[in-house]
């Protein structure tokens, strides 16, 4: 991690021990059970997915993930190490960056300013003591940008570093974010629906960036595109009201009626064909109570 490069052999071993360990997480709000005793492993260096109905527990989870929430009950551990106490601002020390649903911009700064935040634990004086213009600030700055235009390369925004975000189309912005999380070199990437508001065009090229991301990196993706999901992800796990109720590779979980029930909120099984009549085919359960 800290050679700046993750592509030597030393970095392959570290990387393949970078295994995400999910046991038994339970979280509560008020009366909601958002999460009720939830366990996954994603395995170093795949794409793990998580899909479900909206108000299902996916965000919930990826919060946890991160220290944002804490789990009533449970434990997660990254690459052997315990999560528990972590707290959000030592993510990036440990390795993990994680992308928001939605954008989360700040529209007075550029995108490369942007996505320098994202990098803030890799600078010596940092990014706001560089504001300031304390000490080592120059140097600082300088590594700081040269590591966000390499991220804003990555993801093909490199043109685009001096506008404001809000002068962007949405597809772009979206990838502004995940620069953001790239800069800081993260072994553990989670993303809350890195796809949503973008054109089918551009699903392709966002499922070719995430699995080349996942060659060095540990990828937690949360999405409602399916078809994104069939083609990045090694195994997907589906929540519903805060339960793992189906998990596998894309295509046993696509075939896995308990799956289509709980999108549809009805038996399909018992309705053989009758669904087609009114074509509802939604990606969102409206019972949810969420
Ligand atoms: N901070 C909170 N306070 C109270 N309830 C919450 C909070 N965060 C989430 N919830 C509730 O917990 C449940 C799970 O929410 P969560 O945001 O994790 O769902 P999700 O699967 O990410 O949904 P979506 O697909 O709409 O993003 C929902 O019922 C939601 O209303
Ligand atoms: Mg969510």
């Known amino acids: 991690m800290n050679d700046g490069s993750r592509e030597g052999s030393g970095t392959a071993v570290e990387a393949a021990a970078d295994s995400l360990h999910v046991r038994g997480i339970s979280v509560h709000f008020g009366g909601i059970v958002a999460l009720d005793n939830v366990s996954m492993i994603a395995p170093a260096c795949q794409v793990t997915g998580i899909i479900g109905p909206n108000g299902a527990g996916k965000t919930t989870l990826l919060n946890v993930l991160c220290g944002f929430v804490k789990p009533e009950h449970g434990t ?21 960056a994680r992308t928001l649903q939605g954008i989360g911009l700040f529209s007075g700064l550029s995108v490369i300013e942007n996505v320098m935040v994202g ?16 000490p080592r600030s120059d140097a600082d700055e300088r590594r700081l940008r040269d590591q966000a235009e390499q991220a804003l390369r990555l993801v093909g925004v490199a043109d685009h570093a001096d506008a404001k975000p809000d002068t962007l189309a949405h597809g772009l912005r979206k990838r502004v974010v995940l620069a953001r999380a790239l800069v800081a070199r993260p ?35 949360i999405e409602h595109r399916m078809d994104l999901m069939m083609s990045v992800c090694s195994q997907i796990f589906v929540l519903d009201f805060g339960k793992v109720i189906a998990a596998g590779t894309p295509e046993q979980v696509q075939a896995d009626a308990a799956v289509t029930n709980a ?27 969420g």
């Open 187 to 221: 072994r553990l990437l989670l993303l809350d629906e890195p796809a949503s508001g973008l054109a089918d065009a551009e699903l392709a090229e966002l499922g070719e960036l995430i699995t080349s991301l996942a060659r060095t990196c540990t990828v937690v993706v």
């Open 119 to 134: 990098s803030t634990s890799l600078a010596r004086a940092g990014f706001w003591s560089g504001l300031l213009g304390l």
């Open 263 to 289: 999108y549809l909120g009805t038996d399909i099984a018992a309705e053989a064909g009758a669904d087609q009549a009114d074509g509802a085919v939604p990606d969102a359960k409206e019972s949810s109570g």
């Open 76 to 96: 997660v551990s990254f690459a052997g190490r315990e999560l528990g106490r972590v707290r959000p601002h030592q993510l990036a020390g440990l390795g993990i």
